[in-house]
């Protein structure tokens, strides 16, 4: 299944669904991105991957005049209640997609791991850069490194049928782990300046509510949300039991919360 079918599929009913938590999970990026980003009023902005639209919305607070480009439909829908027409929101492959003006920055929030070719998706963006235009983008380091997901996915494995792992470096969510070759794939693309920072942030799955609430989460998004989409719901109620127990491990007054790892990413187009 390609990108296109499988965000406009389950894959965006769940995160569109899933939204007021993702972002809640994501804030430590959020604010990373924001504070990398610099003062944005009266920029032209494109938000690449921008999802339901909690980016657009902090980049519109800020006076940005703002592009936001995705590929899921229904994140889209919600995308534009939550801009109020303030933002230009496009279903469009950043990939592919080439504006008529050139933008200042380039901004996405784990919205870049998806290109099909990472390299000629990146000499696409920079090519919708004006020369000495940005781009920040936050992206995740290896699985290995990132308990919030391989924590699920652990508890659950022996339930979910098996299947063959991916092909090294196919489109996910962490595609672009590898530092050197990301480094290298922005390099090639046309950036200078690239700098690759480590961001460790503890990863919110329940505000409240404890280990239940976090199931509910975990069984929809990551790893183990995707490996249980096809399951059958006897093989639900057994994983969701042994979610529970896995993620009342890192409980705490309610909250559950998992280690989590990107990499905090810029890179300029040369002038």
Known sequence: MNQIEYWNGRAGERWTAQRDNLDRMLSSCTAALRERAGPVAGLRLLDIGCGTGET?????????????????????????SRTEGKALLLEAD???????QPFDLAVSRFGVMFFDDPQSGFANIAANLRPGGRMVFCCWRSLA??????????AVRDLVPDSPPPAPFAPGPFALADRERLAGI?????????????????ACMASEGGARAAVEFVMQVGPAGAALAEVGPETRARAAERLESALSLHEHDGQVRLSAAAWMVTGVRPA
Do not use: H, K
């Open 186 to 202: 922005l390099s090639r693309a046309g950036f200078v300046e690239v700098t690759l920072e480590p961001l460790d942030f503890p």
């Open 145 to 154: 490194e990132n308990p919030w997901a391989t924590v699920p996915i652990e």
């Open 56 to 80: 657009c919305a902090v980049w519109l607070a800020e006076q940005a005049e703002v592009t936001g480009l995705d590929i899921s439909r229904a994140m889209l829908a919600v995308a534009r």
């Open 94 to 100: 950043a990939s592919r997609w080439r504006a008529d």
